[in-house]
């Protein structure tokens, strides 16, 4: 017992002053490492090269740890995603919620119908705006819907609809609106919206 104390004291010392000359860096090279993981289906920086895959660069804090949470805990659907998201402890997915929260979101270069999402733009504003501003660009509740994925947000809403994955109850009230007075064209409308905002 005294020896492993005389052994391990250096050690924590010289971990201690590294910590204090680089606390930032050494946080950021960690997180850096565990992201490196995710850049195979999620792309470098988090920007996806799509189209199923989201992007998660600029993904608010709160909302990557919370829906981190939901695949560990199946609350959201997905096969890949719960099984990846069950090998990191609470405090790796902190690191990581921070890391990619300070990466820039970059818009998915994608094709969309200039029709669709011109109609689209009025049902996002009726509907979706209170929840998701400036056009879906601001993350704060979720991720910022423009410019990520059409078909990664079409097959997250389908998830929703069914009632595979969990959602915000009120959210789901609108949504529910919406497809009930504009069908699901009404749906596909704003996802062209979304997939339009490329600025
Ligand atoms: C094998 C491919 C793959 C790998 C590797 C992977 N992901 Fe994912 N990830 C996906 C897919 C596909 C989805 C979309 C899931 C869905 O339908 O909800 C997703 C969704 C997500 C979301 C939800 C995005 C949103 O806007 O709600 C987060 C957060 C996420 N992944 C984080 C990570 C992190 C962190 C890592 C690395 C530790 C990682 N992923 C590694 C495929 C992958
Ligand atoms: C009352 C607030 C609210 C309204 C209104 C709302 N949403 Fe949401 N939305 C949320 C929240 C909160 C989330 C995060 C998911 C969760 O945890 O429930 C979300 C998530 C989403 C996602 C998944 C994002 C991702 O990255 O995976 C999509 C797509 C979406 N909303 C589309 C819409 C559309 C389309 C409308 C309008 C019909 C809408 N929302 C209206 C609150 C809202």
Same mark, same amino acid.
């Given at each position: ?92 997915? !902190?690191?990581?919620? $921070?890391?990619?929260? =300070? /990466? ?8 969309? #119908?200039? @029709?669709? &999402? ?10 979706c705006e209170k929840c998701h501003e400036e056009g879906g660009r601001v993350a704060d ?24 994955? !969990?959602?915000?109850? $009120?959210?789901?009230? =609108? /949504? ?8 699901? #064209?009404? @749906?596909? &409308? ?10």
């Amino acid at each position: 017992m005294v020896k492993l104390k005389r052994l391990t004291l250096p050690v924590m010392l010289t971990v201690g002053v590294m910590g204090a000359g680089s606390a930032l860096a050494g946080g950021v090279d960690r997180a850096a490492i565990l992201a490196n993981t995710c850049a195979g289906c999620h792309g470098p920086d988090g920007v996806s090269t799509g189209p199923a895959t989201p992007s998660i660069a600029g993904l608010p804090e709160e909302y990557f740890i919370d829906v981190m949470k939901m695949f560990q805990e199946g609350e959201r659907r997905n096969t890949i995603m719960g099984r990846i998201a069950k090998g990191y402890t609470d405090e790796e997915i !902190e690191l990581m919620a $921070k890391y990619f929260a =300070k /990466l820039p979101h970059r818009p998915a270069a994608q094709k969309f #119908d200039p @029709v669709k &999402a011109k109609y689209g733009k009025k049902l996002h504003e009726k509907y979706c705006e209170k929840c998701h501003e400036e056009g879906g660009r601001v993350a704060d509740s979720s991720g910022p819907l423009a410019g990520q994925w059409k078909p990664y947000l079409q097959f997250t809403l389908d998830d929703f609809i069914n009632g595979h994955s !969990e959602v915000d109850k $009120k959210m789901k009230k =609108k /949504l529910s609106k919406l497809i009930r007075k504009e069908g699901m #064209d009404g @749906v596909r &409308a704003v996802l062209e919206y979304y997939a339009s905002e490329q600025k």
